[in-house]
């Protein structure tokens, strides 16, 4: 059984809650200070590990579990923990708030959200714009991105902290991929550490939950997660395709908020927490109230089953991006037109817009976002385009000047995203389109092709 | 007698009656002169400039300059641009189709009399006034942007070149900017191979009409003697 999405974008939802009426708002603020006050009677401090004699949580974990179960849920067990309160502005900084919400995230304006726009676009709410209909085509594939609810309560820091840094494809209907952020590893603990505010992480709860799980026997796994329709929404890539998802039409992007938010379940090993596995696939909505998960019955042992499964089930390696190779320049005229409908239009306008059309908003591309500096980089029309960029000092470059290697700039930039996704990111070069798969090698060559002719309009 | 404090707060007694104000009214208004209509505010300006501005990108420069006095009849008394886009983008229209049309912009049959004013540049002194305040306009709107923008500083360039006190200046800036790859529009590059055909350089004259030919929708724009004008 799917759930019904939410009507209402939750970045609107937060909106609303803003302009509470003031009364409201009291009375919230006092319900939050008796909540306060009786959590903190009830609050059972944890034990000193140094007094008890036990090893520091991270030492524990690495030191007594280590031969016992797989390495990959260590990962990142030693990361050390950063500063909240850093990691809450930079949050606010790195405008987390353009594509996620969540309780720690500061409501970002409509306009700016790119998710509530694109919903509102997709229920026809810019339907007095005669260019709505094109704006469908080019928004369908960004509808939806998880919520930062509870993330603690289900993360593993480590995990999250090597994410922000590497971001990587996790939803294998979901276009997008969290973008690549000019991240240092502290800032990235800063983050984690605000976001895992909720819940701080407890390596020795979670190994012991990994170490109980390692004894159950999974091997009816597959066909559990087969029964109990995991496949309708889920991949599991590394072992026997799961039964049940129902593609959409070829050429039809994926519109269920369910299937598109569905995560690869590869890398639940990665970054589940143990310890609230079990949890998770009980009661999903217990750990994150907005979870578009749905709650199936299962008995105790099913859980365990399924849990020791996605933890210990033997994944064949997936195999890695490959860049593909350049295709030869066209001979035909390729004219600004069709380099703008088959890609400019389609792929990069998203954020390098033009501010003059949205109070001043050019995208994280041109006015800046994401942590990122303004670049300048307008790509919604011929003039625009010929405009250029602005380099780190603020002096402005032509996109198509040659690089050492003798490619345009612009061209590098798109074969440089293919290098991110293959795992070895082209120095001082951010791959282009940010956050999104890279062009096909055809796409790149009408590109090439225009700016070897002369870039005609 | 002690003065008594109401428990509660005044923003709330507010809100309370006020409620009930609008509990007791009549459903039908008829002390306004009937029902109530919601009357949302559009600013149509935003359109009717968008519009202009593809008029503009497609060489109708009377067309272009015409949508922008019908709509904002005092846009000429607006010495610099102003704190609202929208008048700033109409203000750019104006000032690139103006330039484009050499200061004689051919709207006599697209706008009321009373709003000529210079605009049909009769005489030489109109047409000059008119690149004038181009040339004004094009260099208030610049001033207000945060990020540079190359675009604008080629129709500047383009305006600048066009006024004989300030036509060194439209030079070097177009120079400038071709030499960057930077310059933006073929009416610019048009300009430019006509300045250095006049100063003598006649290997920039070529480099500048062939990049001109390449942007250019129609060649005819970039012609030997291009004068970087059309109509």
């Known amino acids: ?63 007594s579990l280590a031969a016992a179960v797989p390495a990959p849920w260590l990962i990142g067990a030693d990361e050390p923990r950063g500063n909240a309160q850093a990691g809450a502005k930079l949050v606010a900084d790195f405008e987390c ?117 390692a004894k159950i026997d999974h091997g009816a796994g597959h066909t559990l997660l087969n029964d109990k329709g995991c496949g309708s929404c889920h991949e599991m890539s590394g072992v026997a395709p799961l039964k049940g998802l129902n593609a959409p039409e070829p050429g039809k992007h994926e519109t269920r908020p369910a299937v598109i938010l569905a995560p690869d379940l590869r890398f639940v090993r990665d970054r589940f927490r143990p310890g609230q596995l079990t949890n998770w696939l009980k009661q999903p909505h217990k750990l994150k109230r907005d979870t578009p998960m749905p709650e199936t019955p299962m008995s105790a042992s099913e859980l365990d089953t399924i849990a020791a499964y996605l933890l210990y089930a033997r994944l064949e390696p997936v195999k890695p991006h490959v860049a593909p190779k350049p295709l030869p320049l066209l001979s035909r005229r390729v004219g600004y037109a069709e380099v703008a409908e088959q890609v400019l239009n389609v792929t990069c306008r998203h954020c390098h817009g033009n501010p003059d059309d949205a109070v001043g908003d050019g995208g994280p591309g041109n006015t800046g976002g994401f942590g990122y500096r303004a670049r300048g980089v307008n790509l919604t029309s011929y003039k625009y385009v010929a405009a250029g960029y602005l380099d780190a000092e603020g002096a402005r470059h032509s996109l198509f000047e040659k690089m050492p290697d003798g490619q345009p700039r612009l061209i590098a930039a798109l074969w440089a995203r293919h290098a991110e996704v293959s795992g070895s990111p082209v120095d001082g070069l951010r791959g282009m389109p940010l956050g999104l798969p890279p062009l096909k090698a055809k796409e790149i060559q009408l590109i090439a092709s225009w700016v070897a002719q002369g870039r005609p309009r | 007698m002690k003065n008594r404090k109401s428990s509660l707060p005044r923003p709330f007694i507010a809100a309370l009656a006020l409620a009930a104000a609008v509990g007791v009214a009549p459903k039908q208004a008829e002390a306004c002169g009937g029902g109530w209509y919601e009357a949302p505010m559009i600013d149509y300006r935003i359109q009717g400039v968008a519009r202009a501005e593809k008029r503009l990108e497609e060489g109708q420069y009377a067309q272009a300059a015409s949508a922008v006095i019908r709509m904002i009849p005092h846009i000429a008394g607006y010495k610099k641009a102003t704190r609202d886009p929208i ?145």
């Not at chain 1, 009375?27 to 036990?54: H, I, R, Y």
């Open chain 2, 87 to 231: 008048i700033n983008r109409a203000l750019r229209v104006l000032a690139v189709a103006t330039t484009r049309s050499e200061g004689s912009l051919d709207i006599g049959k697209l706008i009321s009399k009373d709003q000529h004013s210079t605009w049909l540049g009769d005489t030489a002194e109109d047409r000059q006034a008119n690149l004038r305040f181009s040339v004004a306009a094009l260099r208030g709107v610049k001033k207000l942007k945060v990020l540079s923008d190359p675009t604008l500083e080629s129709e500047l360039g383009e305006a600048l070149a066009l006024v004989p006190a300030f036509s060194v200046e439209g030079r070097e800036l177009l120079h400038t900017l071709a030499e960057k790859d930077l310059l933006t529009t073929p009416e610019a590059y048009a300009i430019l191979a006509k300045l250095r055909g006049e100063a003598g350089d006649a290997d920039g004259r070529t480099a500048a009409l062939q990049r001109c030919r390449a942007m250019a929708k129609d060649a005819k724009l970039c012609s030997a003697n291009a004068s970087g004008t059309h109509s």
């Open chain 1, 1 to 63: 059984m799917r759930p019904v999405p939410t009507a209402e974008p939750a970045a609107q939802l937060q909106q609303r809650k803003r302009t509470l009426p003031w009364a409201g708002r009291w009375l919230a603020v006092l319900c939050a200070v008796a909540l306060v006050a009786a959590c903190n009677e009830t609050k059972v401090q944890p034990a000193d590990p140094a007094a008890s004699g036990e090893l520091a949580p991270a030492q524990s974990a690495s030191a």
């Open chain 1, 97 to 213: 708030g353009r594509c996620h919400t969540g309780r720690e995230i500061k409501p970002i304006r409509l306009e700016s959200h790119c998710i509530s726009c694109h919903q509102k676009v997709m229920r026809g709410g810019f339907d007095h714009k005669p260019e709505h209909v094109r704006w469908k085509e080019n928004v369908v594939h960004l509808t939806a991105t998880p919520s930062l609810r509870a993330v603690g309560r289900r993360w593993r820091y480590g995990w999250l902290v090597n994410f922000l840094r590497k971001p990587h494809d996790l939803r294998p209907a979901l276009v997008q991929t969290m973008p690549q952020l000019a991240l240092t590893q502290q800032q990235a603990r800063d983050i984690a550490t605000f976001l895992t505010g909720d819940f701080p992480p407890d390596p020795t709860a979670d190994a012991h939950a990994a170490a109980n799980l």
